[in-house]
């Protein structure tokens, strides 16, 4: 299996001017982890990530390094994580020029670039602009959602898989961190949804799109105030049963 099969295609993305406030806003309304960070152009400059905010001065999480340490360190590495404490906008936190893939990136090859460089998502890319994401998440959907008797899945599943996103994206109940893996016509969604309703909508959509044989729902509901998470029944079922 390669990136465009399993990577989610509704990137977040924010600018470097963009503040810190509104970065973690973003993060905690559409339940993602990571945003890519883009120019005016809309070519890809870095990434920002949860870890990015563990470090800061409004939490009182700032490093405190002994006496003899700053000395080896020197001033630079001081000046630098007083920047990324203090920093009020994206381009003094985020990760820059980060590792991408491609499409056609074999998923052996982005575990492997995943481990060697303790990263957890790797932005897809065509030519310099981003096209799509592949996160921890969208590794293990493809272990659980595919771990099935059928090698691999056909060009006619990538078909089914373009036309189903692009059924979903158009309309406001689209889940956030929508997810389509496809295999012999066999359709798993994942992602977060906030109103019930739009499951069975996200279900439908899918059912109506030609080709597809069954539909598995593994979309998480969660409350946007307590950020309580319920599992899909479909998943829900799953785990008594095991």
Same mark, same amino acid.
């Given at each position: ?7 989610? &295609?509704?990137?977040i ?7 810190? =406030?509104?970065?973690?806003? /973003?993060?905690?309304?559409?339940? =993602? ?5 883009v120019?005016?152009?809309g ?23 002994? &006496?003899?340490?700053?000395f ?14 203090h920093?009020?906008? =994206? ?20 575990? +492997? ?20 994401i ?16 059928v090698?691999?899945?056909?060009? +006619? +599943? ?5 036309? /189903? ?13 929508l ?6 016509? /066999? ?5 977060? /949804?906030?109103?019930? &309703? ?36 479909? +998943? ?7």
């Amino acid at each position: 299996m390669r990136a465009h099969q399993i990577m989610t &295609r509704s990137v977040i993305s924010v600018t470097p001017d963009t503040s810190i =406030v509104e970065a973690a806003n /973003i993060m905690l309304k559409r339940h =993602v982890s990571g945003l890519t960070v883009v120019d005016d152009g809309g070519k890809l400059v870095g990434v920002v990530s949860e870890g990015d905010f563990i470090r800061r001065s409004e939490i009182g999480t700032g490093r405190k390094r002994g &006496r003899w340490l700053r000395f080896i360190l020197g001033p630079g590495k001081s000046a630098s994580d007083f920047v990324h404490e203090h920093g009020r906008k =994206v381009s003094e936190v985020m990760t820059a020029s980060p590792l991408t893939i491609t499409e056609d990136t074999a998923l052996a090859e982005i575990v +492997d670039l995943m481990e060697r460089n303790n990263v957890k998502r790797l932005p897809v890319v065509r030519g310099d602009k981003v096209v799509g994401i592949v996160s921890r998440a969208n590794l293990l959907q493809a272990v659980a959602g595919l771990a099935r008797e059928v090698p691999d899945p056909t060009a +006619d +599943d990538d078909h089914i898989r373009g036309r /189903i996103i692009d059924a979903m994206e158009k309309n406001d109940w689209c889940p956030f961190g929508l997810n389509v893996i496809v295999r012999d016509g /066999i359709v798993h969604l994942s992602g977060v /949804i906030t109103e019930e &309703r739009s499951r069975q909508a996200a279900v439908v959509a899918a059912e109506n799109v030609e080709g597809v044989k069954k539909v598995h729902d593994h979309l998480c509901w969660v409350d946007t105030m307590s950020g309580v998470y319920l599992n899909s029944p479909e +998943d829900d079922d799953l785990a008594k049963a095991s």
